[in-house]
């Protein structure tokens, strides 16, 4: 399981199209009982992604160090485009 968390989290029209899509195109339960998006694996969270870049085109992923989880849970960050640092567009070959 993979645990997705949507920054900004002051968006919720962005957190809903995460969940949405996660939904729609994964293989698993996508949300927990906290309320948390859940996707059941990295390929089915790649698989959403295209639906989400269909309303945020500049919309970026990115796995949290897993020395800095808590929980043990494997965590992704999925940014909307204005979260996204110019360097680590530029590393990822995207402007």
């Known amino acids: 399981m993979i645990r997705i968390q949507t920054l900004p989290a002051t968006d919720p029209a ?3 199209r995460v969940a949405e899509a996660i939904a729609r195109f994964g293989t698993g339960r ?3 009982d906290a309320g948390h998006i859940n996707a ?3 390929a089915d969270l790649r698989r959403a ?3 989400v870049r269909a309303r945020y085109p500049d919309v970026w ?3 949290q160090d897993p020395l800095a989880s ?3 849970i494997e965590t992704w960050y999925a940014f909307r485009d204005e979260a996204i ?3 680590e567009r530029a590393a990822a070959g995207r402007r």
């Open 14 to 16: 962005f957190r809903d």
């Open 30 to 32: 996508y949300a927990d």
């Open 40 to 42: 059941a694996s990295e």
């Open 49 to 51: 992604l295209a639906f």
């Open 61 to 63: 992923i990115r796995r």
């Open 70 to 72: 808590i929980d043990g």
């Open 85 to 87: 640092r110019p360097a």
